[in-house]
């Protein structure tokens, strides 16, 4: 998309969530990074107004999906013509996730009428400002080239990925920036920050396996946050993953939005 379809995206955004009163996870730091051959963004224009949207994101092995209509201009057809026109350009034999805020009835009855079943929940958390105490039992720098081994390994045991994914790899390193979790010089996991304006997102946090219950996780995430306590810090995380939400929440995260994930059939 060009600058002005963003910024026509950014209006009908604001548009559904005020009608709606809720968040729509779109994405935006893949939608601002798009390749120009990508054709992986669907607009629907009528008197050359923006009302219909949505996006695919190749996110590992996984498409997702998300979008939204024009509150006026709903049950007129354009979301599933948009989703018909989405599914036409992938392959349709990988797995797809569609997106939908959990409070969102119009998307629950779109969902209704398409061959899906509910999957897992994510909760959107931001960090309530606070004191923490750091026992210091890691250390963080910032990763680079020779880390592309465990960071693609870290990815492939947190999310899926392929493990020769490099250009997913090269992307996330140039997305902000990446912490290798280190203790006694040893990787023991890594952890994502993509800054935009006072905003802080933390994402791509992972912990091997064998290191995980020693208290590392939540020490870099204490170190984490207290280098961006001047940034409103935000974080996700599944439902599915009971221990990494008790991590958040006794750091001084607190759920404010979940959105809840289908597989298409």
């Not at 963080?140 to 392929?162: H, Q, S």
């Not at 994502?192 to 006072?198: K, L, T």
């Not at 802080?200 to 064998?210: A, D, L, M, N, R």
Request: hydrophobic share 35%; with cysteine; charged share 25%.
């Amino acid at each position: 998309m060009n600058d002005i379809q963003l910024l026509e995206l950014i209006q009908l955004q604001d548009i559904c969530e005020s009608y709606d009163n809720l968040n729509l996870k779109l994405n935006w730091d893949l939608l601002k990074t798009r390749e120009e051959d990508e054709q992986f963004d669907f607009l629907h224009y009528e008197d050359d107004v923006l009302v219909g949207f949505l996006g695919v994101y190749k996110i590992g092995l996984e498409y997702e999906m998300c979008g939204m209509v024009h509150p006026q201009y709903r049950r007129k057809g354009i979301f599933t013509a948009l989703w018909k026109q989405a599914l036409a350009t992938i392959d349709e034999s990988e797995p797809i996730l569609l997106n939908a805020p959990a409070q969102s009835k119009t998307a629950k009855d779109w969902l209704n009428t398409i061959p899906c079943s509910y999957a897992f929940s994510e909760h959107q958390m931001h960090w309530e400002k606070q004191l923490l105490l750091d026992n210091s039992l890691v250390q963080l720098r910032a990763g680079n080239v020779t880390d592309m081994k465990a960071m693609m390994e870290l990815n492939v045991i947190g999310f899926g990925y392929e493990f020769d994914d490099e250009e997913e790899y090269r992307g996330e390193v140039e997305d902000g920036t990446v912490y290798i979790i280190e203790v006694e010089g040893k990787t023991v996991g890594k952890i994502h920050i993509r800054c935009e304006q006072d905003q802080s997102w933390i994402y791509g946090f992972v912990i091997y396996p064998q290191y995980q219950g020693n208290g590392y996780g939540r020490s870099a995430l204490t170190q984490l946050v207290q280098l961006e306590e001047n940034n409103d810090v935000y974080i996700e995380v599944a439902t599915e993953n009971e221990n990494a939400l008790s991590l958040y929440e006794k750091c001084g995260f607190v759920s404010y939005q979940t959105q809840d994930y289908y597989d298409y059939q």
